[in-house]
T-cell receptor, first 116, second 114 residues
Framework: NAGVTQTPKFRVLKTGQSMTLLCAQD?????MYWYRQDPGMGLRLIHY???????AKGEVPDGYNVSRLKKQNFLLGLESAAPSQTSVYFC???????????????FGPGTRLTVT | AQSVTQPDIHITVSEGASLELRCNYS??????LFWYVQSPGQGLQLLLK??????LVQGIKGFEAEFKRSQSSFNLRKPSVHWSDAAEYFC????????????FGTGTRLKVLA
């Protein structure tokens, strides 16, 4: 049971390049989330998904797109990277309400992205 | 709008001393409340959670937190801090209206002096 995994762990992009971050969970969780973490700002929600095939915008969605084609995977895309997107990105998942771990968020180890 | 405030950006305590980290929230009803810990270069780990019932909740690593509805607070405490507790701590609020969204505070960085 790996929990939540993220690929890659580190990445350096040049302005204007694109990339996709992959999040995978093996806990059969319905809900998945992408956050960015910046110094002094805590975690801010980018996009989230309440089930396979569904996505919704969070607090800071501009410049990002997401897809949830499979229940276990949640992809975060940057179409044209900007220096302001330099951050640490965390994926998280949560189980359905009523389960033993409902509402608990399980976090991946993070992806450190630098855009030059 | 929902919000979470952690008024202390940094806290320094001596090993063996007691600890209290503050968290205040703004929410229309009683939210789900969480404390997470993040060690350097790591993801976030759940310390404890409050959904309902007993307002004093116990967590892992000897931590506890008390929900005070009248003060909209959910402060984290530990009676005796260990050097390994040095980390960043985040308070979070979970929406109970069905959106399954969470809001995090900006974090409190704990330094422990030997």
């Amino acid at each position: 049971n790996a929990g939540v995994t993220q690929t890659p762990k580190f990445r350096v992009l040049k302005t204007g390049q694109s990339m996709t971050l992959l999040c995978a969970q093996d806990m059969n969780h319905e809900y998945m989330y992408w956050y960015r973490q910046d110094p002094g700002m805590g975690l801010r929600l980018i996009h989230y998904s309440v089930g396979e095939g569904t996505t919704a915008k969070g607090e800071v969605p501009d410049g990002y797109n997401v897809s949830r084609l499979k229940k276990q995977n949640f992809l975060l895309g940057l179409e044209s990277a900007a220096p302001s997107q330099t951050s640490v990105y965390f994926c998280a998942s949560t189980g359905l309400a009523g389960g033993p771990s409902s509402y608990e968020q399980y976090f991946g180890p993070g992806t450190r992205l630098t855009v030059t | 709008a929902q919000s979470v405030t952690q008024p202390d950006i940094h806290i320094t305590v001596s090993e063996g001393a007691s600890l209290e980290l503050r968290c205040n929230y703004s929410y229309g009803a009683t939210p789900y409340l969480f404390w997470y810990v993040q060690s350097p270069g790591q993801g976030l780990q759940l310390l404890l959670k409050y959904f309902s019932g007993d307002t004093l909740v116990q967590g892992i690593k000897g931590f506890e937190a008390e929900f005070k509805r009248s003060q909209s607070s959910f402060n984290l405490r530990k009676p005796s801090v260990h050097w390994s507790d040095a980390a960043e701590y985040f308070c979070a609020v979970g929406d109970t209206s069905g959106t399954y969204k969470y809001i995090f505070g900006t974090g409190t960085r704990l330094k422990v002096l030997a």
